[in-house]
């Protein structure tokens, strides 16, 4: 069984040439195959775009999702949060991050950013788990107030 590998003189695809003339097309990332031949090299920033091959002389660059193109034409991060694109309660802040966001509900409410239920300022949460404040007794999500008795002296 004979087997050869070409690798291109720029170091982007290699060739496997297996047994029968059978061979299969590697690139490396942001280098593109089509019909098992190398096609190019792309323009494409692999983070931001994915590249959509048309045929083995035709592709384009897509900006994936949470980015869109500039005047320029490149795949720039979308800031989901000042576009109003969340999907965030009102009772939560948006946080534009890259490619994407994230929700947190406001003090005083708890969940995940998309749910957010009141919890009042009888407790406090952090990462999901509510404890009751001080001056308040309960689970974390059931808190009531009692009284704390001062002892002064006169």
């Known amino acids: 069984m004979l087997i050869q590998l070409m690798v291109s003189s720029d170091g982007t695809f290699l060739v496997i040439t297996g047994p029968s003339s059978h061979y299969t097309c590697e690139c490396q990332e942001g280098c593109f195959c089509f019909d098992h031949k190398f096609v190019a090299c792309d323009r494409c920033d692999v983070r931001t775009s994915i590249c959509i091959i048309h045929s083995k002389y035709n592709y384009a660059c897509e900006c994936r999702e949470g980015?869109?193109?500039?005047?320029?034409?490149?795949?720039?991060?979308?800031?989901?949060?000042?576009?109003?694109n969340s999907l965030c309660n009102r009772n939560a802040r948006c946080v534009n991050t890259v490619g994407s966001y994230t929700c947190k509900c406001n003090i005083g409410y708890s969940g995940d950013g998309k749910k957010c239920a009141y919890v009042g300022i009888d407790?406090?949460?952090?990462?999901?788990?509510?404890?009751?404040?001080?001056?308040?007794?309960?689970?974390?999500?059931?808190?009531?107030?009692?009284?704390?008795?001062?002892h002064l002296k006169a």
Not at 67 to 84: T, Y
């Open 123 to 150: 407790a406090i949460c952090s990462q999901g788990i509510c404890t009751c404040n001080v001056g308040f007794k309960g689970d974390g999500l059931n808190c009531t107030g009692f009284h704390l008795k001062l």
């Open 67 to 84: 980015f869109a193109k500039n005047a320029g034409g490149e795949c720039v991060d979308l800031d989901e949060c000042r576009i109003g």
